[in-house]
């Protein structure tokens, strides 16, 4: 038997929804399910091993070669950019980048530079530069929402789901930036020397979606 | 104190004894390999001006450039690559020498990394450029033969080599009714893989025989079948020699007993801008990216005012000498065998005593403590078995 294959999973949702996929296409996941404290979980019939990780690093891990692929969302594949095939877009775990302001204030008005606050200042820079506006970036680590609501930012770049969040606390979209979902990520160098247990994982996989 | 006068800047290190040997070993292996096949060495300033790199059919971005000004206020850069300066080279002091000119090279490239990557910002580089070879085909099949045996001298059983032509996919992409910054979006998705997103890409643009072709191309690597397969995707008297070619290529590496070590990638479309034709890489297992790139460019040189074909190839000496080091094939430090400590006044006799042993095979080291009972401390601390004494007569103390 070969050496397993390692995949790095985003800790939380993304990770039960793979560990469900995963178990759909028949493979015994008890170890992962019951993991306790251990952060390498065997997945014997897979020929897999399950490492559990959050989502920055599910990438580095990916890209230095420790792990073959990973599973983590578009975002933070946005956000973190790096050298890796992307293979499949998993489907789960869908959600959408947005702007969203202060219900009823006008975001584009105005000579003001405007202010935006985000845990991803990459995308929010990108997103900008694309539309050739000059904005102020401000890099949040927590609820986003709260910047806003504390006037420090005239509008939030974040990951919305339901728009619950947003609704509860006077904030609304009032534009789309890009969709959302989990993919699966290769390292460039497993691709090539793994080929034929990479490409016979991938199939299971889009067979089963 | 002063606060970075303890530490090397971030992205590179000291490289200490056993370090320093196996990449020096990397380096001479490589330059020995080198050598025997013609090629001589050139060394490039470490400093250039930055309109070097910057180029139409360069792709260095200048956000990955260390750049610095020099007294007259132009801007300079740390040389982020040799292949771009020994272009140069060729098309000016050595513009009349005979063709084809076979240079290698064995120095450092400057890369400025993000922050906290845990990449390299200094990567010790050696590598080959065979320039105005008339016969493409016979030039890239001794490059390939090269790049093939550089790895192999390393480890003959877990080296992987891959080929591809980027002409091909520059035929089809060209095929399309798009603009140029949809093409580079095109490549930016083939070279990544992103099977997903290329598809909604190739699907809004049409259904034809070559968004098909595109569509399949990162997925058109593996053996021999990989010929056949883009065969019926797409057939034209443009793309048919192409892949003829590298089919050629490949079979006759194979027939050198590479079979099992090489495959075919089409979906191997990096630096577009730079390479015309043969591309290929070289890993080794667990190393997180390929050691060893190259390719043809044979537009390179035209823009130093002197066209002619130019194949090439770079290894990465860390990461090879990395390798080495991890699976314990690379070379190690020998202690010394013994220690010649002179009593007072007759360190010409230590000297001389020395120069016998070394000339016996041995390594030494002459005592430099001020006592024998201080030297004997140092050799028991060090492992050292053997100490010579002189004083009025040679006495040899083993410990």
Do not use: W
């Not at chain 2, 580079?184 to 997903?196: F, G, H, T």
């Not at chain 2, 050198?256 to 070590?261: A, D, E, N, Q, S």
């Amino acid at each position: 038997m070969n050496k397993p294959l390692r995949i790095a999973l985003t800790k939380g949702r993304l990770e039960k929804d793979t560990v469900g996929l995963l178990e759909k296409i028949g493979f015994d996941c008890s170890a992962v399910r019951d993991k306790g404290r251990k952060l390498i979980l065997p997945v014997p019939d897979g020929n897999l091993e399950v490492v559990l990780a959050k989502a920055n690093d599910v990438i580095t891990y990916v890209e230095h070669g420790v792990c073959d692929l990973g599973v983590v969302g578009k975002d933070t594949i946005m956000e973190m950019q790096g050298t890796f095939f992307e293979l499949v877009d998993l489907g789960f775990g869908k959600c959408r980048f947005a702007l969203a302001t202060k219900k009823g204030s006008s975001f584009y008005g105005g000579y003001k530079v405007k202010t935006v606050a985000t845990k991803y200042p990459n995308i929010t820079r990108t997103y900008f530069e694309s539309k050739g506006m000059d904005v102020d970036i401000v890099k949040i680590e927590g609820s986003v929402e709260l910047a806003p609501l504390l006037e420090l930012a005239d509008g939030i770049v974040d990951i919305v789901e339901t728009g619950t969040t947003l609704k509860e606390n006077g904030l609304e979209v009032i534009e789309d930036i890009v969709p959302v979902s989990a993919r699966l990520i290769v390292n460039t160098v497993s691709m090539k020397l793994r080929q034929d247990e990479i490409e016979r994982l991938v199939a299971l996989i889009e067979n089963t979606l | 104190m002063k606060k970075n006068d303890l530490i090397t800047p971030e992205g590179t290190r000291d490289l200490l004894f056993n370090d320093c040997l196996a990449r020096r070993a990397v380096e001479s292996k490589l330059g020995k390999l080198f050598t025997d096949f013609g090629y001589s060495e050139v060394v490039t300033p470490g400093i250039e001006f930055y309109d070097l790199f910057s180029g139409s059919c360069r792709h260095f971005r200048q956000e990955i450039m260390y750049k610095l000004t020099d007294s007259k206020g132009r801007l300079i850069v740390l040389r982020p690559d040799s292949t771009v300066p020994i272009a140069r080279l060729a098309s000016t002091r050595l513009a009349s020498a005979v063709l084809p000119l076979r240079l290698y090279y064995n120095q450092p490239v400057y890369e400025n990394n993000a922050l906290l990557k845990g990449r390299s910002d200094e990567i010790a580089q050696a590598g080959i450029e065979l320039i105005g070879g008339e016969d493409t085909e016979r030039a890239d099949y001794e490059a390939l033969c090269l790049g093939l045996g550089s790895l192999e001298q390393f480890d003959r059983d877990n080296f992987r080599f891959e080929i591809g032509d980027i002409g091909y996919f520059k035929e089809l992409v060209a095929r399309l009714d798009v603009d140029e910054s949809t093409r580079e979006e095109i490549r930016l998705l083939i070279s990544v893989k992103n099977y997903p997103a290329l598809n909604d890409m190739l699907d809004s643009i049409g259904s034809t025989p070559v968004t098909a072709a595109l569509k399949m191309l990162p997925r058109l690597f593996g053996g021999v079948e990989v010929f056949e397969k883009a065969a019926e995707l797409f057939t034209d008297e443009k793309t048919d020699p192409i892949l003829e070619h590298l089919k050629d290529v490949y079979l006759k590496l194979c027939e050198l007993g590479y079979g099992g070590k090489i495959s075919v990638d089409l979906g191997i479309v990096s630096h577009a801008d730079y390479y015309t034709g043969i591309v290929f890489k070289g890993y080794l297992s667990g190393v997180g990216q390929a050691v060893l790139k190259g390719g043809r460019y044979d537009g390179l040189l035209s823009e130093f005012g002197r066209p002619c074909p130019a194949i090439g190839f770079g290894v990465n000496c860390d990461d090879v000498a990395n390798y080495l080091r991890r699976n314990s094939l690379a070379p190690e430090i020998k202690d010394p065998d013994c220690i010649v400590f002179a009593e007072a006044g007759r360190s010409a006799e230590a000297v001389a005593l020395a120069k016998e042993l070394i000339g016996q095979g041995m390594k030494i080291e002459i005592g430099v403590h001020k006592t024998f009972e201080a030297t004997r401390e140092y050799a028991v601390k060090r492992g050292i078995g053997l100490i010579y004494r002189i004083g009025s007569e040679v006495e040899k103390i083993e410990l």
